[in-house]
């Protein structure tokens, strides 16, 4: 069975990794040729090209992992043609409805799946990620195998859709967290606590206190935004969460004043950098 990668970038390139030091990936393809490049002067035997639908006809498995809906849309489009009995996983965060209308199309000829990821790129490195499965249940245990090369919690959600719908739950939170998060460190250091007190009491004392805050509190203590997951793609969910919810008749007030804050966030110059950041905008806005 031949495995090959589209998307090589901050998660992508782990994923690969993973897959090759098993020695089940064969190939692999980015819009930018030096990362493929790169990844081939790493591992010799995984192959790179430079057109992403000549990869997926050498290939059973096709993975992919992309920024966003019109990136996947813009892959996946050209590779109906040719899906007969592959295996598509994308692990893209994108809206379930287009995910869900890609689905129907390569599903007519081979099996589509969604399957986002919970869990930074560190949780990629250390196999830890929560892999999250919407599709058909026939292929499963088969996507299954390829996907513990890269991760030891493997959920299976449902039909296509159902693995994006539970990722976007989380990340509603995550969102929303890191937003309150930050504000409560900006509002203790406005009341003149210290980083390392109000560090503490949030991440080891607080009954709020969870994984991430563990992770993230001492980014924003050593103002260290080196990017584990970017406030350009938070925003990017949230977006996402806010069309689905009108879709469903969702209320969620917190996401859309949470956008806000990051779009706020990224005027400020940080799209790039880890979303922790966000607690830097909150810095520079504190009114003295």
């Known amino acids: ?9 901050i998660m992508g390139y782990r994923i690969a990794k993973n897959l090759a030091k098993d020695d089940i990936l064969n190939y692999v393809y980015d819009r930018t040729p030096a990362k493929a490049m790169e ?15 000549e990869l997926a006809k050498s290939s059973d498995v096709v993975i992919t992992i992309l920024s966003d809906d019109n990136a996947v849309t813009s892959i996946i489009k050209p590779l109906i043609p040719i899906a007969s009995n592959k295996i598509i996983i994308d692990m893209s965060t994108i809206s379930p409805i287009t995910s869900y209308e ?17 869990g930074t790129s560190i949780a990629v490195e250390n196999k830890s990620i929560v892999i999250l499965v919407g599709g058909p249940y026939e292929k ?8 513990t090369h890269t991760s030891n919690n493997i959920v299976y959600m449902g039909g296509n859709g159902f693995g994006l719908k539970g990722k976007l739950v989380n990340n509603l939170l995550i969102g929303v967290y890191m937003a309150a998060l930050s504000e409560a460190f900006n509002f203790g250091l406005d009341l003149g606590l210290t980083k390392e007190q109000i560090g503490y009491i949030l991440s080891k004392l607080s009954s709020a ?29 949230l977006d996402i969460i806010i069309n689905i919810s ?6 969620v007030p917190l996401a859309s004043l949470t956008e806000n ?18 607690f830097e905008m909150y810095r520079k806005l504190t009114l003295k």
Not at 2 to 9: A, R
Not at 104 to 117: C, L, R, T, V
């Open 1 to 9: 069975m031949k495995v090959g990668i589209i998307g090589l970038g």
């Open 39 to 53: 990844f081939k002067k790493e591992f010799e035997n995984v192959e790179y090209f430079n057109d992403p639908t």
């Open 102 to 118: 890609l689905a129907k199309e390569i599903n007519s000829k081979g099996y589509f799946y969604d399957a986002p990821i919970i």
């Open 140 to 147: 499963f245990e088969t996507v299954k195998e390829i996907l």
């Open 209 to 237: 206190r969870s994984p991430t805050s563990e992770i993230k509190i001492p980014k924003i203590i050593n103002g260290d935004y080196s990017t584990q997951f970017s406030v350009k793609n938070i925003r990017k969910d």
């Open 246 to 251: 009108q879709h469903y008749n969702s209320l």
């Open 261 to 278: 804050l990051y779009k706020i966030t990224e005027s400020l110059g940080y799209s790039s950098l880890d979303f922790s950041s966000i």
